[in-house]
């Protein structure tokens, strides 16, 4: 037992976490490969080969005590509680107020109007169309509000839809996330108290009695570790495990209260840690980062390996066919398109009536309660993890291959100019954005330090204050407005960090970062090639070098070439310049280095970064050279007004680099 306990742990582990790694790859949805993997351990081995080789109600099945002192058949069922409780404090996590106030009418409408109907809509399906009884349906319906964020901003990034629908769809599934659990715990409860034979009034005075109790425990948590963090009485390395202990202990001591409340408290803990400002709030959202992708994953693998052959045939039904229909062209359409009309355009609305996919925390609840309602005397509850499985599987399926091009036929795909986003701020950085929307291109200017972002607030340019890898980035971040990144902060390895996290979302193709002295030294201990993204401009062109070159005066041209002007005299007039990069005439811009030479042509405009024009070689400009649309708001000056510009830019670049600002990552 004590063996096949450690390998089935293993297991469990590789195969979740592996089905992750594999969907970053592919850039696939996670939840499908998780089913994949957990299907195939257990029901398909099992059809295979008889037996499964993972079966996790076997393996964990020894006797424990539950919160209450009741002996529990299997240890299977507190893993999976403990592991939801951490999942629904991530939830609470990601639910700010402020930015759901900055959301929109559309967001406000789907979650105070729209839920309520999908969930009495949900209800009156999953009772006719699927025969669950009226409490099972009841309780099924409330956990399919949930559009989870993990499920949802994969498709926006890979169908690059952005403005109001992906923000409306993105904020409705970071809200709805908890939201669905909680009116789970709240029918299970009232359920609970009825099937005892309460007095209705009772019931509902009981029930919300033990929520305010459940989420006062949460709100005491969530403000006593935030005081605890703000006073220091924790170091840094104890944080994340002094979290975990606590979302662990807020569970168990509201579970001591009452059945499932500890549901509530914990949701209710992560929403106070959201909202309350403290300086390690980062080291929170990283230990959520990490944890709950483990625990989301783990739990995926044994909800699907612990289904039977036999559940999975009765999934291929008439009754499930028919509730997965009325879901689709019937509840959402109804609950969120109808819903945003007048909030959102009728072609939004229509968009976002189809766009639902249901994730991992959907199928987790409903294997939870799963159990729980199968004791409480109602035995179609055992469908509830093949249905939750069904809708997630279609849903996310259906969805990824049709969010694409039904946007793009409806016209809200961004297909206007191409995008960039520059991370790390400096005066070098900011001219180079500045040229390159004169150019025609979109930039968004990224960094972490808000001081940093100065010249980039004083240019008007449009800009990001945040770490762009983090889980947070995944959210605020606009994935829709950029197909290239360009990593120019002072640390290299960070550049190279940055590359490898958006280089297989964008293709390594587009991912770029300045040049680095170890490489151009061939230095054996250089960043490997592979772990880092392409060189942008030309060789022993570093951090250093620019910088020094922008105190030097240095500016970026922008030039349109000619039948008269062609790339060729262009390198032959500023041999010093740099070319950064090329807009093309079919509008795609393209970054240049060591590995990829400007093509050129007539109508071409060709970003370069060299010395400051003077005035003789200004007279003495070609008739050529005087046929080509060079423009250089900073650089094509004569007499006193370029020294007059000279000595405005040395004062604007001491004014950006200050010993306070520290590297410009």
Same mark, same amino acid.
């Given at each position: 037992?004590?063996?096949?306990?450690?390998?089935?742990?293993?297991?469990?582990?590789? @195969?979740?976490?592996?089905?992750?790694?594999?969907? #970053?790859?592919?850039? /696939?949805?996670?939840?499908?490969?998780?089913?994949?993997?957990?299907?195939?351990?257990?029901?398909?081995?099992? #059809?295979?080969?008889?037996?499964?080789?993972?079966?996790?109600?076997? &393996?964990?099945?020894?006797?424990?005590?539950?919160?209450?002192?009741?002996?529990?058949?299997?240890?299977?069922?507190?893993?999976?509680?403990?592991?939801?409780?951490?999942?629904?404090?991530?939830?609470?996590?990601?639910?700010?107020?402020?930015?759901?106030?900055?959301?929109?009418?559309? &967001?406000?409408?789907?979650?105070?109007?729209?839920?309520?109907?999908?969930?009495?809509?949900?209800?009156?399906?999953?009772?006719?169309?699927?025969?669950?009884?009226?409490?099972?349906?009841?309780?099924?319906?409330?956990?399919?509000?949930?559009?989870?964020? *993990?499920?949802?901003?994969?498709?926006?990034?890979?169908?690059?839809?952005?403005?109001?629908?992906?923000?409306?769809?993105?904020?409705?599934?970071?809200?709805?996330?908890?939201?669905?659990? @909680?009116?789970?715990?709240?029918?299970?409860?009232?359920?609970?108290?009825?099937?005892?034979?309460?007095?209705?009034?009772?019931?509902?005075?009981?029930?919300?009695?033990?929520?305010?109790?459940?989420?006062?425990?949460?709100? !005491?948590?969530?403000?006593?570790?935030?005081?605890?963090?703000? =006073?220091?009485? *924790?170091?840094?390395? %104890?944080?994340?495990?002094?979290?975990?202990?606590?979302?662990?202990?807020?569970?168990?001591?509201?579970? @001591?209260?009452?059945?499932?409340?500890?549901?509530? !408290?914990?949701?209710?803990?992560?929403?106070?840690?959201?909202?309350?400002?403290?300086?390690?709030?980062?080291?929170?959202? =990283?230990?959520?980062?990490?944890?709950?992708?483990?625990?989301?994953?783990?739990?995926?693998?044994?909800?699907?390996?612990?289904?039977?052959?036999?559940?999975?045939?009765? /999934?291929?039904?008439?009754?499930?066919?028919?509730?997965?229909?009325?879901?689709?062209?019937?509840?959402?359409?109804?609950?969120?398109?109808?819903? *945003?009309?007048?909030?959102?355009?009728?072609?939004?609305?229509?968009?976002?009536?189809?766009?639902?996919?249901?994730?991992?925390?959907?199928?987790?609840?409903?294997?939870?309660?799963?159990?729980?309602?199968?004791?409480?005397?109602?035995?179609?509850?055992?469908?509830?993890?093949?249905?939750?499985?069904?809708?997630?599987?279609?849903?996310?399926?259906?969805?990824?291959?049709?969010?694409?091009?039904?946007?793009? #036929?409806?016209? @809200?795909?961004?297909? +206007?100019?191409?995008?960039?986003?520059?991370?790390?701020?400096?005066?070098?950085?900011?001219?180079?954005?500045?040229?390159?929307?004169?150019?025609?291109?979109?930039?968004?200017?990224?960094?972490?330090?808000?001081?940093?972002?100065?010249?980039?607030?004083?240019?008007?340019?449009?800009?990001?204050?945040?770490?762009?890898?983090?889980?947070?980035?995944? %959210?605020?971040?606009?994935?829709?407005?950029? $197909?290239?990144?360009? !990593?120019?902060?002072?640390? $290299?390895?960070?550049?190279?960090?940055?590359?490898?996290?958006?280089?297989?979302?964008?293709?390594?193709?587009?991912?770029?970062?300045?040049?680095?002295?170890?490489?151009? $030294?061939?230095?054996?201990?250089?960043?490997?090639?592979?772990?880092?993204?392409?060189?942008?401009?030309?060789?022993?062109?570093?951090?250093?070098?620019?910088?020094?070159?922008?105190?030097?005066?240095?500016?970026?041209?922008?030039?349109?070439?000619?039948?008269?002007?062609?790339?060729?005299?262009?390198?032959?007039?500023?041999?010093?310049?740099?070319?950064?990069?090329?807009?093309?005439?079919?509008?795609?811009?393209?970054?240049?280095?060591?590995?990829?030479?400007? +093509?050129?042509?007539?109508?071409?405009?060709?970003?370069?970064?060299?010395?400051?024009?003077?005035?003789?070689?200004?007279?003495?400009?070609?008739?050529?050279?005087?046929?080509?649309?060079?423009?250089?708001?900073? /650089?094509?000056?004569?007499?006193?007004?370029?020294?007059?510009?000279?000595?405005?830019? %040395?004062?604007?670049?001491?004014?950006?680099?200050?010993?306070?600002?520290?590297? /410009?990552?």
């Amino acid at each position: 037992m004590h063996d096949n306990l450690i390998l089935a742990v293993a297991i469990i582990g590789v @195969l979740g976490i592996g089905a992750q790694w594999l969907a #970053w790859r592919l850039q /696939a949805p996670a939840i499908v490969l998780m089913s994949v993997a957990g299907l195939f351990v257990g029901p398909f081995w099992a #059809w295979i080969f008889g037996e499964p080789l993972l079966n996790p109600s076997q &393996v964990f099945a020894s006797g424990g005590e539950g919160a209450h002192g009741e002996k529990t058949s299997s240890l299977l069922g507190p893993i999976v509680s403990l592991a939801v409780a951490v999942i629904l404090f991530e939830g609470g996590l990601n639910l700010r107020f402020h930015e759901l106030r900055e959301a929109g009418r559309a &967001v406000m409408r789907l979650v105070f109007i729209g839920t309520p109907i999908a969930w009495g809509l949900g209800t009156l399906a999953a009772h006719y169309a699927a025969g669950l009884s009226w409490p099972v349906a009841i309780l099924f319906a409330g956990i399919l509000v949930v559009t989870g964020p *993990t499920v949802i901003m994969p498709l926006l990034r890979q169908s690059k839809l952005g403005g109001k629908v992906g923000s409306t769809l993105k904020w409705e599934g970071i809200v709805n996330d908890p939201v669905g659990a @909680l009116l789970a715990v709240i029918v299970y409860e009232a359920l609970r108290v009825l099937s005892a034979g309460e007095n209705p009034l009772y019931a509902a005075g009981w029930i919300f009695f033990t929520a305010v109790i459940a989420g006062a425990l949460g709100v !005491a948590f969530g403000y006593g570790l935030v005081h605890a963090f703000r =006073r220091g009485w *924790t170091p840094e390395y %104890l944080k994340a495990p002094i979290l975990l202990s606590a979302v662990i202990a807020c569970y168990s001591f509201a579970e @001591l209260i009452e059945h499932e409340t500890g549901l509530v !408290a914990v949701t209710v803990f992560g929403m106070a840690m959201a909202n309350a400002k403290f300086a390690s709030l980062q080291e929170v959202r =990283r230990f959520k980062e990490n944890i709950a992708v483990l625990l989301i994953s783990g739990v995926f693998v044994i909800l699907t390996a612990n289904l039977k052959p036999e559940d999975i045939a009765s /999934a291929f039904n008439f009754p499930t066919f028919a509730f997965l229909f009325c879901m689709l062209f019937i509840v959402r359409p109804i609950s969120a398109g109808l819903t *945003t009309l007048g909030a959102l355009e009728p072609k939004e609305s229509a968009l976002i009536g189809w766009i639902a996919p249901r994730g991992i925390v959907a199928v987790a609840i409903s294997g939870f309660f799963a159990e729980r309602m199968v004791a409480a005397g109602y035995p179609d509850a055992e469908r509830l993890t093949t249905l939750a499985f069904a809708m997630a599987i279609t849903t996310v399926v259906l969805h990824g291959f049709t969010i694409k091009p039904i946007a793009s #036929w409806l016209g @809200l795909i961004r297909t +206007k100019r191409p995008g960039t986003l520059i991370v790390g701020s400096t005066p070098w950085s900011v001219g180079f954005a500045k040229c390159l929307g004169e150019a025609g291109a979109d930039v968004i200017l990224a960094d972490s330090n808000y001081g940093r972002l100065r010249g980039a607030r004083q240019a008007n340019l449009d800009r990001y204050y945040g770490e762009v890898i983090s889980e947070e980035a995944e %959210l605020q971040l606009d994935h829709s407005k950029f $197909d290239s990144v360009v !990593a120019v902060s002072a640390i $290299d390895p960070y550049n190279a960090l940055v590359c490898s996290h958006f280089g297989p979302e964008l293709g390594r193709n587009h991912a770029f970062q300045l040049a680095t002295q170890d490489i151009e $030294d061939d230095n054996p201990r250089a960043i490997n090639l592979s772990a880092r993204g392409q060189i942008l401009g030309g060789k022993g062109r570093t951090y250093d070098a620019l910088i020094r070159d922008t105190y030097r005066g240095w500016t970026f041209t922008k030039t349109t070439l000619t039948e008269g002007f062609t790339l060729e005299n262009l390198k032959a007039r500023r041999p010093e310049a740099d070319l950064l990069a090329e807009l093309r005439t079919d509008g795609s811009l393209v970054f240049l280095g060591p590995d990829r030479s400007a +093509k050129g042509g007539a109508g071409v405009t060709i970003i370069s970064f060299g010395p400051e024009r003077t005035v003789e070689e200004t007279e003495k400009k070609s008739e050529p050279e005087e046929q080509s649309k060079e423009s250089d708001g900073d /650089a094509v000056l004569d007499g006193s007004k370029a020294q007059s510009k000279k000595r405005s830019l %040395l004062g604007k670049v001491k004014n950006q680099i200050s010993p306070n600002d520290g590297p /410009a990552v």
